[in-house]
């Protein structure tokens, strides 16, 4: 098999790297930026996918409410590129889009069915990067959400971190500084090492073109995800909760935009299960 892999260094495509076998092509940003429509195309052309593996995105949901031109360009247009490029093959091409293309106002889980509303720039930019990649013939979405792991930058890292220096910082006899962090959105925290040997599980067992939702098992509100995480690190720190409106975020997320599927694949563990294998990883590497 033949894999080009675009967001080189990030932690989805870490966790890919780590489990690839034959030959791979990382695409990291510093070399190809894939809003170069010809650059992109002479590098799909030139190393013969079977498979694209499209992890590279533009992620910062606040800045994207300011910088909607290069969001949309990184994640629309970088897509469109992509697919262009594998025209006249049978590359499949698998992209990965985010529960933020719905507006949390189900009240459950959110299934492939269910029609998306975005609520913010980044989740409009999404659902545009997910009709790029359908209109390939063997073009594959898989949405999933809270993405964490023990490299890049991310919530479960940032709270394990900022508890750390808290309960270093304790004086004698009194409490840490609590952590306050927002609890009134809930959502399916998704360990991207356990979705990268799902999608591979998958791929390797026939998953066709389509929509699928991949995300860890269970939903719970980024409160207790950070309280989880103070917990296994074993650190006397609160976790305060507080609401969105108190956060004062730029853009508006939903209130609850667990996912689950219809379509009978495997499923990532649950997200407690990722915590705990992400906590051991960055404890046991100190």
Not at 69 to 87: C, D, E, S
Not at 256 to 285: H, T, Y
């Amino acid at each position: 098999m033949r894999w080009f892999l675009t967001g080189g260094g990030g932690q989805l495509a870490t966790a890919f790297e780590g489990l690839l076998d034959g030959e791979v092509y990382v695409a990291h940003e510093a070399v190809l930026d894939l809003r170069d429509a010809p650059d992109v195309a002479a590098a799909v052309r030139a190393f013969r996918p079977d498979v694209v593996l499209h992890t590279a995105a533009y992620t910062d949901v606040d800045g994207a409410e300011a910088h909607e031109a290069t969001a949309r360009a990184v994640n629309v247009l970088g897509t469109r590129h992509l697919v262009a490029a594998v025209h006249g093959t049978h590359a499949q091409v698998v992209s990965f889009s985010s529960d933020y293309v719905f507006d949390g106002r189900k009240g459950a889980p959110y299934v492939e069915h269910d029609e998306p509303h975005p609520l913010n720039v980044y989740g409009a930019t999404k659902l545009a990067q997910e009709h790029e990649t359908l209109t390939w013939p063997h073009g594959t979405v898989i949405r999933t959400a809270w993405l964490f792991s023990a490299t890049g930058r991310n919530f479960v890292k940032t709270i394990l971190a900022a508890a750390r220096e808290r309960a270093a910082a304790r004086p004698a006899g009194h409490p840490a500084e609590p952590l306050r962090v927002v609890d009134d959105q809930v959502g399916s925290p998704t360990n991207a090492d356990h979705l990268a040997t799902c999608v591979l599980d998958a791929l390797r067992s026939g998953l066709g073109p389509g929509l699928y939702h991949m995300a860890g098992g269970g939903a719970c509100s980024w409160c207790e995800l950070a309280r989880e995480v103070v917990a296994l690190a074993g650190l006397r720190v609160t976790v305060e909760p507080i609401s969105t409106a108190q956060a004062g975020r730029p853009a508006p997320r939903p209130a609850f935009s667990a996912l689950a599927s219809e379509r009978g694949i495997p499923q990532p563990p649950s997200w407690q299960d990722g915590v705990a294998a992400v906590v051991d990883e960055l404890l046991g590497a100190q």
